[in-house]
Nanobody, 127 residues
């Protein structure tokens, strides 16, 4: 059974940085396309970033381009989300997700295409 566990969330001032981690267990990370999504209170879960399993190609929401970076370390079975220049509007619960298989392209931006989800980690950015 695949399990995803996020860590690294917390409270940070605007302009600061955080790095989120998502550890996958039960399977090898290289078998999955991975994504990060976030959900603020009263809003829908939205796409943040994704990374392809075989090419390493990345995808970003316009709102985070140039500030966030997704990466993966297959040896550690972990995917990361480096978040810089944080803004109060980045405040949300951040969840990682895994999609079985390889070769997925832009469909990794769609939350409905994922097979497994983590519990999420809270990120709060104060102004």
């Amino acid at each position: 059974q695949v399990q995803l566990v996020e860590s690294g969330g917390g409270l940070v001032q605007a302009g600061g940085s955080l790095r989120l981690s998502c550890a996958i267990s039960g399977r090898t990370l290289s078998s999955y396309g991975m994504g990060w999504f976030r959900q603020a209170p009263g809003t829908e879960r939205e796409f943040v970033a994704a990374i392809n399993s075989n090419t390493g190609r990345t995808y970003y929401a316009d709102s985070v381009k140039g500030r966030f970076t997704i990466s993966r370390d297959n040896a550690k079975n972990t995917v990361y989300l480096q978040m810089n220049s944080l803004k109060p509007e980045d405040t949300a619960v951040y969840s990682c997700a895994a999609r079985s298989g390889s070769g997925w392209g832009e469909s990794l931006t769609r939350k409905s295409r994922y097979d497994y989800w983590g519990q999420g980690t809270q990120v709060t950015v104060s102004s």
